[in-house]
């Protein structure tokens, strides 16, 4: 079985572990014996399980790595979580893969040591033949209204979007706010839940903001990167820097979610909460994938009234419907 195909299989199940056989008799035109066959050898090579039998039967993914570990926040060191927790379970990964989990994890262990006033912080890992899924978890006030406070923001979504432009802390002597920006760069998915608001990353660059109940205090950060990803760390940091530089020069903000639910982008506030800290970067680009259309005051404090003030700073607007370049395009002129 070539990798190619053997990834596929993984990937079918993981979707779905029901009618494998068929399905994949189907997909690839061979007899649903010779698909039974594949299986077989996965679940022999100890990869995928089964429950049931026969045409019932249901396929899934093994986890091959569990880590769960609940340390006392005081005195904790990120580097010894890495060594003594993570590191074991993924030292076969190819070396950029290793290299991606040690940063992420070390910088979000980081963070919940040094902000969240937690008792504890807890890190569990999930991995199968496809994936790995790693949990940091701690019980401080949340990192959302952490940053709203420290802020002033007016409401605690807004610091979803502060977080997303990167460059952010709350703790500017010790920390450059990076550590979340590239984390989220690096990763297949990258989630934030906190309070009643869940954010979400994926590796195609979509950003989503949903609303939860009231759940336990804390911050739950989850990242998920496939095993055999060809993602290095050195490519996503050159992305954001300069040409012939290593600062963090870039970056691409989801104007969607300065979009409040049941609002549209029209006011010259909210272009105004939009812009905010853009002039510490060199380049915004400003994606407008999920904004239907904007108002010529909001068009206009953006691309006009901010950039006439801050020349050194380029605004690139991507993704945009035609109701936004044409909105964009009138207050250019």
């Known amino acids: 079985m070539s990798p190619k195909l053997r990834r596929a299989i993984l990937a079918m199940i993981a979707q779905d ?12 035109r061979v007899s649903r014996q010779s698909a039974s066959a594949w299986l077989s050898g996965l679940k022999q090579e100890g990869v995928i399980g089964s429950i049931g039998v026969g045409r019932g039967v249901r396929y899934h993914l093994v986890t091959l790595a569990h880590v769960h570990q609940v340390y006392p926040r005081a005195g ?18 190819p070396p950029n893969v290793r290299d991606i989990w040690h940063y992420a994890i070390t910088e979000m262990v980081n963070n919940a040591i040094d902000h969240s006033v ?32 420290a802020l002033k923001l007016y409401d605690p979504r807004e610091a979803i979007l502060e977080l997303a432009k990167g460059k952010l802390t709350t703790d500017p002597a010790h920390h450059t706010g990076e550590g979340i920006f590239f984390s989220s760069k690096v990763m297949d998915a990258f989630d934030i839940i906190s309070g009643t608001l869940h ?49 963090f020069s870039k970056t691409i903000v989801p104007v969607r979610l300065a979009q409040h639910e049941g609002e549209k982008l029209v006011s010259r506030s909210q272009a105004k909460r939009l812009t ?12 407008f994938a999920g904004v239907e259309e904007i108002g010529q005051g909001f068009a206009d404090e953006v691309f006009r009234v901010f950039q006439q003030a801050h020349p050194a700073t380029a605004l690139l607007p991507i993704h945009m419907t035609p109701a936004v370049e044409n909105m964009f395009k009138r207050v250019m002129k």
């Open 118 to 149: 937690s008792e504890r912080v807890t890190v569990e890992l999930h991995r199968d033949a496809l994936n790995t899924t790693v949990y940091v978890v701690d019980e401080g006030e949340g990192i959302f209204v952490k940053i709203q406070r």
């Open 17 to 28: 572990g029901s009618n494998v056989a068929a399905r994949l008799a189907k997909r690839y």
């Open 76 to 93: 904790l060191r990120e580097d010894e979580v890495w060594r003594e927790a993570i590191a074991p379970a993924l030292h076969d990964l």
């Open 199 to 247: 954010f979400m990353h994926d590796e195609w660059g979509t950003d989503m903001l949903l609303e939860r109940p009231a759940n336990a205090p804390g911050t739950v950060v989850l990242m998920r990167l496939s095993n055999d990803s060809a993602r290095t760390l050195k490519d996503v940091f050159h992305e954001f820097a300069a040409p012939e530089e290593y600062t």
């Open 276 to 287: 905010q800290r853009f002039e510490r970067f060199q380049t915004v680009v400003l994606d």
